[in-house]
């Protein structure tokens, strides 16, 4: 099994700043990417920002320039700088990994139970 849990969202006034945590744990062999995806209400399931095992980044047209996605690849986490924050950022925040699980011999995709982020005017 392997379980990814999402920390620090919340509430903030636009313009404000977030960093958003993920851990992952379990029976890891190793993880081929980690990412962070969104969900607005009423809206489709979004990707935001993704980082592979050589770190390579990919962000949304909506968030680059203002967010950062880091890795640490000893203690499985990702991390979302999320700057300049505006309402429309508003949504739940899911964490993703590609992960292949030991004694398996492909990936499978995990995602977190979401976290709330709240964007004020």
């Known amino acids: 099994q392997v379980h990814l849990v999402e920390s620090g969202g919340g509430l903030v006034q636009a313009g404000g700043s977030l960093r958003l945590s993920c851990a992952a744990s379990g029976r890891i062999f190793s993880i081929n990417a980690m990412g962070w995806y969104r969900q607005a209400p009423g809206k489709q399931r979004e990707l935001v920002a993704v980082?592979?095992?050589?770190?390579?980044?990919n962000y949304a047209d909506s968030v680059k320039g203002r967010s950062t996605i880091s890795r640490d690849n000893a203690e499985n986490t990702v991390y979302l700088q999320m700057n300049s924050l505006k309402p429309e950022d508003t949504a739940v925040y899911y964490c993703?990994?590609?992960?292949?699980?030991?004694?398996?011999?492909?990936?499978?995709?995990?995602w977190g139970q979401g976290t709330q982020v709240t964007v004020s005017s």
């Open positions: 993703y990994a590609k992960v292949v699980p030991i004694r398996f011999s492909r990936a499978y995709d995990y």
């Open positions: 980082i592979t095992g050589g770190s390579s980044t």
